[in-house]
């Protein structure tokens, strides 16, 4: 089935250690989303590409980088992660006729 | 801006009973898109339903109803004959009419108990 895939379901780093988390989809849209949620939170956009084109949401931190070699794939790179990056990171599609976003299972990226 | 309110943080409610969860939203755009999302324990948020801001009309689909008016502002759904399956957080979301801006609500947790 065409989906959003996003490996690994968990993650877990240590204070400092830089991480990349990864999203694939079958679906063929050409927008890519990246959200963190927190605990009991709605999800938060920390930016997205339309096709390669990178927008960056004003209050994401530089931490937070992203890369999308081709349609298929996007990264999710935390070059220095803290305590208080412990979320779990949604990858979304955008399906073009509807705008509807389809998202992944999420990794949940723990912070020791 | 646009905002979303979703006023209920928790419901609890016994296997059987019918529930609605509310929706309000605010936002300067004519044309704009609903959405209605489930995530389960297991985290993915799953896509329920998606509604133009021209058409009102409400819609059923199994026990899942929404009822969309532009009066008031509110895009709620409702849940009939509950099931423990249901048990999840439902965000309500906004997107704008240039399509790149999704606002979603607070989520309301709801808890179906055999």
């Known amino acids: 089935d065409a989906m959003v895939i996003q490996n690994p379901r968990y993650q877990v780093t240590q204070f400092g250690k830089p991480v990349t988390l990864s999203c694939s989809q079958t679906?063929?849209?050409?927008?890519m989303y990246w959200y963190q949620q927190k605990s009991s939170q709605a999800p938060k956009l920390l930016f997205h590409?339309?096709?390669?084109?990178?927008?960056n949401e004003a209050d994401t931190p530089d931490n937070f980088q992203s890369r999308r070699p081709n349609t298929s794939f996007c990264f999710l790179d935390i070059r220095s992660p803290g305590l208080g990056d412990a979320a779990m990171y949604l990858c979304?599609?955008?399906?073009?006729?509807?705008?509807?976003?389809?998202f992944g299972p999420g990794t949940r990226l723990t912070v020791l | 801006a646009q905002k979303v309110t979703q006023a209920q943080t928790e419901i609890s409610v016994v296997e059987k009973e019918d529930v609605t969860l509310d929706c309000v939203y605010e936002?300067?755009?004519?044309?704009?898109?609903l959405f209605w999302y489930k995530q389960p324990p297991s985290g993915e948020l799953v896509f329920l339903i998606r509604?133009?801001?021209?058409?009102?009309q409400n819609e059923i689909s199994g026990r899942y109803s929404w009822n969309f008016q532009k009066s008031t502002s509110s895009f709620n759904f409702t849940i009939t004959a509950s099931q423990v399956v249901d048990s999840a957080v439902y965000f309500c979301?906004?997107?704008?009419?240039?399509?790149?801006?999704?606002?979603f609500g607070g989520g309301t947790r709801l808890m179906v108990k055999p």
């Open positions: 936002t300067r755009d004519t044309t704009y898109y």
């Open positions: 590409y339309y096709d390669k084109d990178f927008n």
């Open positions: 979301a906004l997107l704008n009419n240039a399509g790149n801006m999704l606002t």
């Open positions: 679906l063929n849209h050409n927008v």
């Open positions: 509604r133009n801001s021209f058409d009102e």
């Open positions: 979304a599609t955008r399906e073009g006729l509807t705008d509807t976003q389809y």
